[in-house]
């Protein structure tokens, strides 16, 4: 359930994306402001390098931009905007593996994993699109059909890999303690 200031939120960016599809440039700068460390939280989780998540953030807005026209008014834009995200998110993952295959002969051996039981250790144990449903769910606050909509799933698929990520989680911990 949304709390009334992430109902707020999620409005005011329907709003200034109306506004923006519109031409009004005061409400791009504002839509960027608002939902840019939103989007920013989305791509860092799985793209380790700041400067790289920055260019991530970077082509997502470029994305954005390029189809606005795209966003149906009525229609929530906080999963809109995460769709574009995740893609753009997916498309670097994509070009930067094939650049790792390439040069993974002269790379040395990674170092082995932190040992450091937080969070972020234990979501880095799930598959990434477990993490980014649960990161999406609990982190975001967005609702089962906003996050389905978000990464072009189903609801079941969504409650699915949501309980997969749980019960791995619990499985995580259990064989830590």
């Not at 200034?16 to 409400?27: M, N, P, T, V």
């Not at 993974?104 to 250790?121: F, K």
């Not at 699109?129 to 990161?135: D, F, N, P």
Request: net charge positive.
């Amino acid at each position: 359930m949304l709390t009334s200031a992430a109902a707020q939120t999620f409005s005011a960016l329907d709003a200034l994306l109306f506004r923006y599809q519109q031409g009004d440039a005061e409400a791009a700068r504002l839509l960027v402001r608002q939902a840019g460390p939103i989007l920013f939280r989305t791509v860092t989780p799985f793209v380790h390098d700041p400067s790289a998540a920055e260019d991530v953030l970077q082509e997502t807005w470029l994305r954005i931009h390029a189809s606005r026209h795209t966003w149906r008014s009525g229609e929530p834009a906080l999963p809109w905007l995460l769709a574009i995200a995740r893609y753009t998110r997916i498309d670097y993952l994509r070009r930067a593996g094939r650049r790792r295959e390439m040069a993974m002969e002269a790379l040395p051996e990674p170092p082995a994993p932190a040992t450091d039981p937080g969070i972020d250790h234990l979501l880095q144990g799930l598959p990434e699109s477990q993490r980014e449903i649960l990161l999406l769910l609990k982190v975001e606050g967005l609702s089962l059909e906003e996050t389905a909509r978000a990464t072009g799933s189903t609801i079941g698929a969504v409650k699915q890999k949501a309980s997969r990520a749980y019960a791995k989680l619990r499985s995580i911990v259990k064989a830590a303690s």
